[in-house]
Structure formats: C-alpha cells, structure tokens
C-alpha cells in the first residue's frame, strides 16, 4: 500500500492507504475521533495530556506521496472529506445495527 503525507492546517500525518482520497479520509478521523467520545479507543478521563491542543484541520487538505509539499500534491476540500467521513461513519454504524439484530 502507498505511503501518503498529509497536510492540513496544524495537522501532518504520514500514513499508508489506497489513495490520497482515503489517505485524507484517515487524517480527518485521526483528528476530529478524539473530539468525539463515542469513536474514541481511549476514555478521555483516563488519558495523559487530554487538555493538549488537537490539531486543526484547514480549508483543504494537501495528499502527496512523495513527502510535504511535493510537486505530486493533489489539494482536497476539507468540507467534501469531513462529508464524505461523515457517510462512512453512519454507514458503519447502520451496519452494525443491522449484524447487532441478526
């Protein structure tokens, strides 16, 4: 799988995914999970440093593979990748209603 840097606002992130499009997905959970108790792997009481500021993620957000501000850069709008973030998250959590009856 590709390595992907990811750029936006206070945010930098290196990580691996099939595209930059579910490269910057990834970025936007990493830093908006952690705001949102119920997507959270840890509970908030019990982390070190929780009052640590989390970065902010900009207008667009800026995916290249060939490290920060690459030439290869391909620049997203924030608002369409939180949306699309936002489909998948309902769209999980339909699922798992769903697995949850059968």
Known sequence: MPKF???SGSLQL???AT???AA???AVHRSLSPSLPFLSDTDPAN???SSSPRPQLGETIVVGERGFGSADSR???T???VTEW???LLAVDRLSKRLATV
Do not use: H, K, S
């Open 19 to 21: 595209d930059p499009r």
């Open 75 to 77: 620049e997203l709008d």
């Open 79 to 81: 608002l369409g990748v």
């Open 14 to 16: 290196i990580t691996t």
């Open 86 to 88: 936002t489909q998948l």
């Open 47 to 49: 982390t070190p440093n």
């Open 24 to 26: 910057a997905i990834w």
């Open 5 to 7: 840097y990811v750029r």
